[in-house]
């Protein structure tokens, strides 16, 4: 095997056999996510005719979604991609389906509405944390790793800036669950692209038996301490992330700027993330991912309380983009512990408990910012918002004790690569904050 390249560029990480296929198909079958939270929540509105209702129903929806991801990611280990992945997702297609054809009849009883959809929150696939995994065991290199994983980190907020649009554009030629049945299609098609590829058929499952079993237990101490640090990072990231869209929003309200002034600072979030993720990845770091992620929340948090003392709306503008420079390495270099930390048929789960706390701090710093904002003046409101990621960087980073069951990333990379290591391809073929499923 050739030596890979000190400083390996994004086309080198696409260049790998098999990895355009793999990670396109992912991408399509994540887009879903970025489309199916908009025409949901407008087909339960139109449907119901209350937002009380159609509020509790995606409520239900998110909660069974995110807390159940590191249960779905363990099926995912425990079987591998194509026996557990491609049947949840259909199910979660189909279940999808059923929701929209039960918006479609008005006077459906709010009761089935949230059933079902806390059923089909609970089936939806965790394709991020299964893509990221791919990634991680096929790429031999931490330099291509942290390559792919920024590539992965950009791409993915591409899709929740551009599946919104998406929806947009139908719902205005079609009813809103047209919109959910078009998630449901997306996921459906993407999932089956993706198990089916060579590059998914790295992920083998995870040995059972007793033997195998004992390792594990020994090492669930050792494991959740490792997994401290990025958790509660990429919580505290979700956090402060979440907070700035009501933020924002008390803002312009307080100027009397209209909406589109919202979104253009929304966007420059958005786009300040996009490019600090591709920086990130770009750039040969001499410091361990452990050492960075501190620096890299407490950017965040510094950058979110100056937006707070913003005169108008452009410098407000400017200090969210800054803020965006750390949210995507943020998530990214969180990605990247979770797999330095995750054992042997483990690394599914690793990312997808990051993943939950993502999406937990997400909820959570919504809720929270919408009561300070009625009882503290704004600028406290974005410095509270920036303190949650400054503590969280206070959390000390522990590695995970190598005797217990995984070897350190420098003995364990090369053997992912060994020639003769069978999975169903020929040679070697690698292939996944924003937190997400």
Same mark, same amino acid.
């Given at each position: ?183 449901? $299609?997306?996921?459906? %098609?993407? *999932? +089956? #692209?993706? =198990?089916?590829?060579? !590059?998914?058929?790295?992920?083998? @499952? &995870? ?101 707070? $003392?913003?005169?108008? %709306?452009? *410098? +407000? #503008?400017? =200090?969210?983009?800054? !803020?965006?420079?750390?949210?995507? @390495? &943020? ?107």
């Amino acid at each position: 095997m050739s030596t890979p390249s000190p400083r390996p560029s994004y086309a080198a990480v696409l260049r790998v056999p098999h990895a355009r296929r793999t990670f396109a198909a992912a991408l399509v079958g994540r887009l879903s996510y970025g489309t199916v939270s908009l025409a949901l929540m407008l087909s339960l509105t139109r449907s119901t005719g209350s937002y009380a209702v159609a509020g509790l129903v995606m409520a239900l929806f998110g909660a069974t979604s995110v807390f159940l991801s590191p249960y779905r990611a363990s099926l995912v280990d425990r079987h591998g991609p194509r026996r557990a992945l491609l049947p949840m997702a259909l199910l979660y297609a189909a279940l999808l389906c059923v929701l929209a054809a039960a918006c479609r009849h008005p006077g459906t009883p709010a009761g089935v509405l949230a059933a079902t959809a806390a059923i089909t929150g609970a089936c939806t696939p965790p394709l991020g944390p299964t893509m990221r995994a791919v990634w991680a065991e096929l790429l031999p290199d931490r330099a291509m790793l942290q390559r792919a994983y920024s590539l992965d980190g950009v791409a993915e907020e591409l899709l929740f800036v551009s599946g919104p649009l998406l929806v947009g554009a139908v719902v205005g030629v079609a009813p809103p669950a047209a919109g959910v049945v078009l998630s449901a $299609l997306l996921v459906a %098609v993407g *999932t +089956l #692209a993706f =198990a089916t590829s060579p !590059a998914a058929g790295v992920l083998r @499952p &995870a040995e059972h038996g007793k033997d195998a079993d004992a390792p594990g237990r020994r090492a669930g101490a050792g494991q959740a301490r490792a997994l401290l640090q990025p958790v509660v990072v990429a919580a505290g990231v979700g956090v402060s992330v979440s907070a700035v869209d009501l933020l924002v929003v008390a803002f312009a309200s307080e100027r009397g700027l209209g909406d589109g002034t919202v979104a253009w600072v929304l966007a420059a979030l958005s786009l300040g993330s996009a490019v600090g993720g591709l920086l990130n990845g770009a750039v040969a770091w001499s410091s361990s991912a452990r050492a960075r992620l501190p620096f890299l929340a407490v950017g965040l948090g510094l950058c979110l309380a100056a937006a707070g $003392l913003a005169p108008g %709306v452009i *410098t +407000l #503008a400017v =200090a969210v983009a800054c !803020a965006g420079l750390f949210v995507a @390495p &943020a998530l990214t270099t969180a990605y990247l512990i979770a797999d330095e930390s995750a054992p042997p048929g483990f690394r599914t789960r690793a990312g997808a408990w990051c993943n939950t706390a993502v999406n937990a701090g997400l909820s959570a710093g919504a809720a929270a910012v919408g009561l300070l904002v009625e009882r503290l003046p704004l600028p406290v409101c974005f410095a509270v918002s920036g303190a949650v990621a400054v503590a969280a960087a206070l959390v000390p980073g522990r590695r995970r004790d190598r005797s217990a069951g995984r070897p350190g990333p420098v003995s364990r990379r090369p053997s992912r690569s060994r020639p003769s290591r069978p999975s169903g391809r020929s040679g070697r073929s690698p292939s996944g904050a924003s937190g997400r499923p």
